[in-house]
């Protein structure tokens, strides 16, 4: 088991540009999500799914965009990158019932300029 | 809304101190009950976790158990050591199929040898 995967690991963009950060997980959890964490912030929600066709928007939404078209793989896109989106993203998943722990990938470290 | 509540610290202490790390929570019924660590660099991971009223989650030697009554959840441990020094989440999960995990402001411990 490979668990959550996400890549890439760091990035570094400039102003306006745009880019899919990946995630896969091989658990076949119905749940994943996404989170940034920033410096004093905690981990916010951005979007998560409860199954492959089914997303919805968590915390903070705005500026990203993601699909789940299989249970494996739920990407984010930043549409037009800003440097308030400098942050660390996790992705991570789940089964969905109340007690079932949630497993996060490693960080995507992502720098905008 | 649900939400969780957490000394936010840092906290320093000595090896072989004792570590409590408060945290209560509001929720609508009863929600299920998580602490997560983060290790320097890493994506955040299990620590332990409860899913109803009383029931004592444990791993490594912290201890938190599920307090209804004075909606809490604090993390304890006897005797700290150096490579206990992370950040510790206190989370919930509300008890309907589905729902988002809820996470409070992360406390951040340092161990000195």
């Known amino acids: 088991n490979a668990g959550v995967t996400q890549t890439p690991k760091f990035q570094v963009l400039k102003t306006g540009q745009s880019m899919t950060l990946q995630c896969a997980q091989d658990?076949?959890?119905?749940?994943m999500s996404w989170y940034r964490q920033d410096p004093g912030m905690g981990l916010r929600l951005i979007h998560y799914?409860?199954?492959?066709?089914?997303?919805d928007q968590g915390e903070v939404p705005n500026g990203y965009n993601v699909s789940r078209s299989t249970t494996e793989d739920f990407p984010l896109r930043l549409l037009s990158a800003a440097p308030s989106q400098t942050s660390v993203y996790f992705c991570a998943s789940s089964y969905g019932r109340t007690g079932d722990t949630q497993y996060f990938g490693p960080g995507t470290r992502l720098t905008v300029l | 809304g649900d939400s969780v509540t957490q000394m936010e610290g840092p906290v320093t202490l000595s090896e072989e101190a004792f570590l409590t790390i408060n945290c209560t929570y509001t929720?609508?019924?009863?929600?299920?009950l998580f602490w997560y660590v983060q290790y320097p660099g890493e994506g955040l991971q299990l620590l332990l976790k409860?899913?109803?009223?009383?029931d004592k989650g444990s791993n490594k030697g912290f201890e938190a158990t599920y307090r209804k009554e004075t909606t809490s959840f604090h993390l304890e441990k006897g005797s700290v050591q150096v490579s206990d020094s992370a950040v510790y989440f206190c989370a919930l999960r509300g008890p309907f199929y589905g729902q988002n995990f809820v996470f409070g402001p992360g406390t951040r411990l340092s161990v000195l040898p």
């Open positions: 799914s409860v199954g492959a066709g089914i997303t």
């Open positions: 409860a899913t109803k009223a009383d």
């Open positions: 929720a609508t019924g009863y929600p299920s």
């Open positions: 658990m076949n959890h119905e749940y």
